[in-house]
């Protein structure tokens, strides 16, 4: 069965809502609450929403949705079903319910796929959908799994880490990403080296070099617009620094990969 997606996009309730699926929802259902909260029943258990909670359940699934009238409700939702989503279903448990960290990149994969959804069929693409569809469930499925307790690092570790992957190209200060973790500087600093084994701007370096090779292999830059671009700040801080790591100077390395 080639995926079909029985709609997606976003929500805003302030008068108050229902739907119920007594029969079993049709298709495999996503729901994260952006604002506000919302009651569910799921498998004759109801719940409370609240901001961050993904709600996830399979065709036959029971289902209820209620906002009280007066109180605001925001979420983005998707329902579809296809093979691809049955293999990725089956291939590890599915918590019903889990809290997530609202990240902009999968927010606007929903965003994406949304306005796809909405294209008149002359203008629709398939294959993009389909992709879009993927990316978005791979990408709900490693945010459930990051904030997982049976996680291998704490999940404050896991946001400094995503925000200096966001951040190293461009000038940070440690205080930023502790901010960002809701943390002080000096358990940030504390936490990040033991449970990542390096130092923030030791991570924020391997990011940076990953990026510079990137450029080196891909694009026609200079080695000074390389370092520039990649957050060196100089080709001779960049030369150090790469030369340090590999063992080889940035041009040597370059002219060797080509």
Request: charged letters at 25%; glycine letters at 6%; hydrophobic letters at 35%.
């Amino acid at each position: 069965m080639s995926l079909k997606i029985y709609f997606c996009g976003y929500s805003y309730h302030t008068q108050g809502y229902y739907s119920q699926h007594k029969s079993g929802f049709p298709g495999y259902l996503f729901r994260l609450q952006t604002e506000g909260f919302c009651e569910v029943v799921v498998k004759g258990k109801r719940r409370t929403l609240e901001k961050g909670d993904l709600l996830i359940i399979q065709p036959g699934d029971y289902y209820e949705l209620l906002v009280e009238a007066g109180q605001s409700s925001a979420d983005y939702h998707l329902s579809c079903k296809g093979d691809w989503v049955d293999e990725w279903w089956e291939r590890s448990a599915k918590l019903t319910i889990s809290k997530i960290d609202l990240d902009e990149k999968t927010m606007a994969l929903w965003r994406h796929l949304s306005v796809e959804e909405r294209r008149p069929s002359s203008e629709e693409n398939k294959e993009l959908s389909e992709y879009l569809l993927r990316a978005l469930c791979l990408s709900l499925e490693r945010a459930v799994n990051e904030t997982a307790p049976s996680f291998n690092r704490p999940y404050t570790v896991t946001r400094m880490m995503r925000f200096i992957e966001e951040h190293a190209t461009t000038s940070f200060k440690v205080e930023e990403v502790a901010k960002h973790a809701g943390l002080s500087v000096s358990r940030s600093v504390h936490l990040f080296k033991s449970s990542v084994g390096k130092t923030m701007i030791e991570y924020a370096l391997e990011v940076r070099l990953s990026a510079a090779m990137e450029r080196m292999k891909y694009t026609t830059m200079t080695l000074e617009q390389i370092a520039e671009d990649c957050g060196f700040g100089s080709y001779p801080y960049f030369h150090r620094v790469f030369q340090k790591r590999y063992g080889i100077a940035p041009g040597a390395y370059r002219r060797q990969d080509k």
